[in-house]
């Protein structure tokens, strides 16, 4: 049905791009000048950037939007404010309108389309285009221009962060629903030009679509918004416009939609038909697919299928259904064979999945598998088929045009007997499903299909599977060499192999009595054959570890003969039936010459064609199909010889395969015994390293233990080392003690001196420190009253230059600068007071000494007055004259002068600012050195205190004393234990290095015994290598001719047909000689039957003729007489 889009506003509220003003900033231009910067914040799905707008961008960006004349009503503006613009609640209240301006913008669908709000954000291109096709106008032309850059966007992957939005893939599903509803057939010429660009919507929408699919965000929300439903009913009108008007407009869009399809269903691992398969209509819509008439979507239904089930939820979901198994039903019964197989696939995983199905249903599952294998091979007859009647139709022709005798067709069949394959009509669209089904990708769900051989037995499954693989390598592996692709189905394929060929039946056929038992029934020794084709073909078994010099395992020969063994049965199976086929030939070819020869059909007709000539035609046909008639029993005849000979020269190659099959399973036989002593040689050699490395571990044992015991006599030294040396410190340290017992006294009168040292050095200190923090507190305040001045006489020199500006005006409009009027006067006046101050505040509050001396609160006096070397103020002569005569001039002289001396009061203050600053730096120097020495004061203060609190204890000196003397006492004690002990140890070591010498002894032996071990398993190794790389040789070589041997047959087959053709045509040119005999021998009596009547008209003649004679005479003797 036709979708109806949502309202813009609603779309783009819902897509995450996001204008805010979060706050405003006050900047200054290059003049000065303050302003306030507001700071617009983009939120552009969750990446953020920031651009600083004054107001008079929002206003240019007001205006432009209002000059284009765009087709909405705009936003009102938040209006111009001439004072108090700097004010931070008018700053904040304009910075919230303007929030509302900028957001209201965004939801107006022209504003979007135009240029002027993303030249306002300074935004990229990325950032527009979304939102343009959001508000796409409803035309197809525009609609095609915003996927067209939308496509070139989204190919690259930093912008694919923007299309993860739900508004923007649920607007992708809504668009492409739109085009499913309404169908792009051919329309008017005045319409071209829209189908085109439908055309291309749905080409670019694809295109999109597929990129998307590419990641993971993107794709899991592709599903969530159920774009598969959308694609399914895309797929649907493509198709049905591509049959109404076949272009390769239409098919492009069609095959993009099921790409999209496919790669969906590959990306999403087949949840997306698990969540259209859980709605109401989702199955549906598949068997809509399934009964459609186009054959087209069977394959395309089926195919869906086959993708989606790698999802085990897909599987459940479709056996739980009451229309799944119909669904699969209807596909199997498809017109179209790749949807045949691929519905044959997808009912085998649903036998496959545990719970999936009950008993019944499995057996009828099963039983609905049967006809595969047989349909496979008709297919691949009806090719053989097309190919032969092709040969003889070029053969025929050939033939007409040369009268060549040669039926060889080189193009068709090879120098070598095969049949190339290129030449065979095989249907493109099953060899493609071929390939893509045993593409690596696909292995695996063929081994779940394949199954546990040995615990699930051989089923209608495994057949199917089999057979596929079989035509598989059968049509493409001689082409596109991807035989290593099948490698990881060599093992359930060997084990089909290796099954018992007296195996009973896959089904039983007597439980199916719709389905004839003669037509599908096949045995395990089928399913055995199958296998060993498709083994045959690709390469030898290996690990990827062989060398060039390598040969495989023995196990691997056996493998290989069986492999040959089913296919030499099979090839003598091939060779009989031929043979059965030949005889018939001939025995048929051999009628038809004794017919042609009775009825004498090669012989020229005895009829007079120059008598005849309007039988002429008919006797010339009549000779060149009897003439082409000999030339094609000739060349029947050649064709039987020739296969004759063929089936002759196939029959010495299979006896000679086979006696050289024999011959190697012998080999192998014999070889086996020579293995077997290379076996136990191996064996022996295995022990004797088991006991090697048992007396290495032995060694390794008792080493550690010498080095264990060597560590612990080590340690052992170490620690009556340390005794030793704890013994004598102690005894220093008792000397030491009694020392200080008897020095305790003159220590601390010492320490008494010290401390009064101490005490008036700290004095010192301390009012020096005073000094410095009195002279620092003098220059700040200082500082600070220089630069008051410095302020104030900037803020001077800024009004001089503001009135100097006015004044210049000023002059423009006088007529005079001596003579003024009162106005004028007036004014100058008004810049008078403009000027104030007149004269520095240190010149307007002076103080003398003792004022400054007893006022230390006046920073300025302080700090500028103190000094007494500020430059002289002298500007009472040009006031006095401005007061006297006040005009331009004198005003003028008063401005000039006054910005003189403020200039040089403002270098004065910078220099005075400079000299105070260096005092302030050299008086922060003091104060840190001094600071310094406090430190190192109070730290050699406290050592003194704690030296004299040690020494003032006189009986704690002499209990120290005694415990030292006993701590000695002690340590040589333990000093002479732990000699013992390190004796102990040392002879412990010697013991375990004895032992050690015996163990490695032992194991030298061990080593000799297994290099002679050693040498003879690789002697025999080495000829075991040798005899197995030359029965690999041997049987690489046999398997090529026994491969050679099998692809030949399609020849023998091709050969067979066109014998077939050949007696068949025979036959036709038999009746057609008997209507043509037919409708000579009715020419033949037509042209008798006028001869008669020719005779009869000749009789009336000859007498009318003498009857005219005689009367001419009697006339004649009348006029004489």
């Not at 508000?135 to 939308?150: E, G, K, V």
């Amino acid at each position: 049905q036709p979708v109806s889009r949502k309202p813009f506003f609603l779309i783009m509220d819902a897509y995450p791009l996001v204008l805010s003003l979060p706050r405003a900033d006050t900047a200054r231009n290059t003049l000065g000048i303050r302003h306030t910067a507001y700071v617009v914040e983009v939120d552009d799905c969750g990446r953020i950037y920031t651009r600083h707008r004054r107001y008079t961008n929002f206003l240019w960006l007001h205006r432009e939007l209002r000059r284009r004349e765009l087709a909405c009503t705009l936003p009102e503006l938040p209006p111009k404010k001439a004072m108090g613009s700097m004010e931070q609640d008018f700053v904040d209240r304009r910075r919230q309108l303007l929030e509302g301006y900028v957001r209201a913008l965004l939801r107006l669908p022209a504003v979007v389309l135009d240029d002027a709000l993303w030249a306002f954000l300074d935004a990229d291109l990325a950032t527009a285009i979304v939102p343009r096709f959001l508000c796409r106008p409803p035309s197809h032309t525009d609609a095609f221009d915003c996927l067209t850059q939308l496509a070139k966007i989204v190919a690259q992957e930093a912008n694919t962060f923007r299309f993860c939005s739900k508004s923007v893939l649920s607007n992708l599903v809504a668009f492409a629903q739109s085009e499913a509803a309404e169908a792009a057939i051919q329309a008017p010429l005045q319409a071209q030009a829209a189908l085109q660009a439908r055309l291309g919507s749905r080409v670019r929408l694809c295109s999109i679509i597929q990129s998307l699919i590419a990641h993971e965000r993107a794709r899991q929300g592709l599903v969530e918004v159920g774009m598969f439903g959308a694609l399914l009913a895309l797929l649907w009108r493509t198709t049905e416009d591509a049959e109404a008007t076949p272009t390769e407009a239409h098919r492009t869009a069609c095959v993009g939609v099921k790409n999209c399809l496919k790669l969906l269903l590959e990306g999403s691992q087949g949840m997306a038909l698990l969540d259209f398969c859980q709605q109401d209509d989702g199955l549906s819509a598949l068997q809509r697919l399934a009964g459609a008439e186009a054959s087209s979507l069977h394959q395309v239904a089926a195919s869906l299928l086959w993708h989606g089930f790698q999802n085990s939820g897909v599987v459940m979901a479709l056996a739980g259904a009451k229309t799944g198994l119909p669904l699969l039903g209807k596909l199997l019964k498809s017109p179209d064979l790749p949807a045949r197989v691929l519905a044959n696939l997808c009912v085998g995983c649903l036998v496959r999945q545990d719970g999936a199905l009950d008993a019944d249903a499995k057996e009828h599952c099963l039983e609905a598998l049967l006809p595969l294998p047989a349909e496979l091979e008709k297919a691949e007859t009806a090719a053989l088929q097309r190919t032969a009647v092709a040969t003889l139709d070029r053969s025929m022709a050939a033939l007409t045009r040369t009268n060549s005798q040669d039926l060889t067709d080189t193009s068709v069949v090879g120098s070598d007997g095969t049949v190339n394959a290129l030449a065979q009509e095989r249907d493109p669209a099953l060899v493609a499903l071929l390939q893509s089904l045993c593409c690596p990708k696909e292995i695996p769900r063929l081994q779940a299909l394949l199954g546990d051989i040995d615990t699930q037995g051989v089923d209608a499954i495994t057949f199917t599977v089999v057979a596929l693989l079989d035509h598989f390598v059968r049509q493409t592996i001689a082409e596109t060499a991807r035989s290593g692709d099948l490698n990881p189905l060599v093992p359930q394929l060997q084990r089909l192999v290796d099954l018992h060929p007296e195996g009973g039946q896959v089904l039983d056929m007597d439980s199916s009595p719709d389905v004839g038992a003669h037509e599908f029934s096949t045995t395990f020794a089928d399913v055995r054959i199958r296998a060993a084709c498709v083994l045959i073909k690709l390469d030898w078994p290996s690990d990827g570890k062989l060398g060039a010099r390598d040969a495989p395992a023995f196990e691997v020969f056996g493998q290989r003969l069986r492999i040959l063994q089913s296919v030499a049965q099979h090839a003598e199976a091939l060779q009989l039936r031929t043979a059965g086929q030949l005889a018939a030939a001939a025995e048929h070819r051999r009628q038809q010459d004794l017919q042609i020869k009775i009825g004498g059909l090669i012989e020229a007709p005895h009829v007079d064609a120059a008598r005849l000539q309007e039988f002429y035609s008919h006797l010339a046909s009549f000779a060149e199909r009897r003439k082409c008639l000999s030339q094609e029993l000739k060349q029947s005849r050649q064709s039987i010889d020739v296969l004759g000979a063929n089936m002759d020269q196939r029959g010495v190659k299979r006896s000679i395969i086979t006696a050289d099959l024999d011959d190697l399973r012998r080999v192998v036989n014999d070889q086996s015994a020579d293995e077997t002593i290379t076996e136990e040689a191996k064996a022996a050699v295995a022990r004797c390293e088991e006991e090697y490395r048992d007396a290495l571990a032995n060694v390794e044992s008792q080493l550690a233990q010498c080095r264990a015991s060597e560590v612990t006599a080590r340690d052992a030294a170490s620690r009556a080392r340390d005794a030793e040396d704890r013994a004598a410190a102690l005894s220093r340290e008792e000397a030491e003690r009694a020392e200080i017992c008897h020095s305790v006294p003159a220590k601390l009168e010492q320490l008494r001196s010290h401390l009064e040292e101490f005490e008036r050095r700290k004095a010192v200190l301390m009012h020096e420190t005073g000094q410095v923090n009195l002279e620092t507190d003098h220059e700040e305040r200082r500082h600070a009253a220089v630069t008051e001045a410095d302020q104030e006489a900037q803020a001077a020199l800024q009004t001089l230059a503001t009135v100097h500006t006015k004044l210049l005006e000023f002059q423009q409009t006088l007529t005079s600068e001596l003579i003024l009027t009162d106005d004028e006067v007036d004014r100058l006046r008004k810049l008078d007071v403009e000027l104030q101050p007149a004269r520095p505040s240190r010149l307007r509050h002076p103080l003398d000494a003792d004022t400054i001396a007893t006022c230390q609160d006046e920073n300025m006096n302080i700090g500028i007055n103190a000094d007494g070397d500020g430059p002289l103020w002298n500007s009472i002569p040009a006031e006095q004259e401005f007061r006297i005569d006040p005009n331009f001039r004198t005003f003028s002289k008063l401005r000039n002068e006054r910005a003189a001396l403020w200039s040089a009061e403002h270098r004065w203050l910078q220099e005075a600012m400079s000299c105070a600053q260096a005092a302030a730096g050299r008086l922060e120097l003091r104060r840190k050195d001094l600071a310094e020495a406090e430190q190192l004061l109070r730290e050699e203060e406290e050592k003194l205190r704690r030296d004299a609190d040690f020494w003032n204890e006189p009986e704690a000196h002499a209990a120290r004393h005694n415990d030292a003397r006993l701590s000695a006492m002690a340590a040589r004690d333990a000093s002479s234990e732990e000699a013992a002990k390190a004796a102990e140890a040392a002879g412990v070591q010697k013991l375990n290095q004895a032992l050690l010498e015996q163990v490695q002894a032992k194991a030298r032996s061990i080593e000799s015994a297994l290099s002679a071990l050693r040498e003879t398993a690789d002697g025999q190794s080495e000829q075991s290598l040798r005899d197995r790389q030359e029965l690999r040789k041997r049987c690489v070589d046999l398997e090529g001719r026994a491969r050679t041997y099998l692809e030949g047959w399609r020849a023998a087959e091709l050969e067979e047909l066109r014998v077939s053709l050949f007696r068949e045509h025979t036959c036709m040119q038999l009746q057609a000689e008997q209507d043509c005999r037919a409708k000579l021998r009715s020419e033949a009596q037509y042209l008798i039957d006028d001869l008669q009547e020719f005779d009869r008209q000749l009789d009336v003649i000859l007498r009318s003729e003498v009857e005219c004679r005689e009367g001419q005479i009697g006339d004649a003797s009348i006029g004489i007489g």
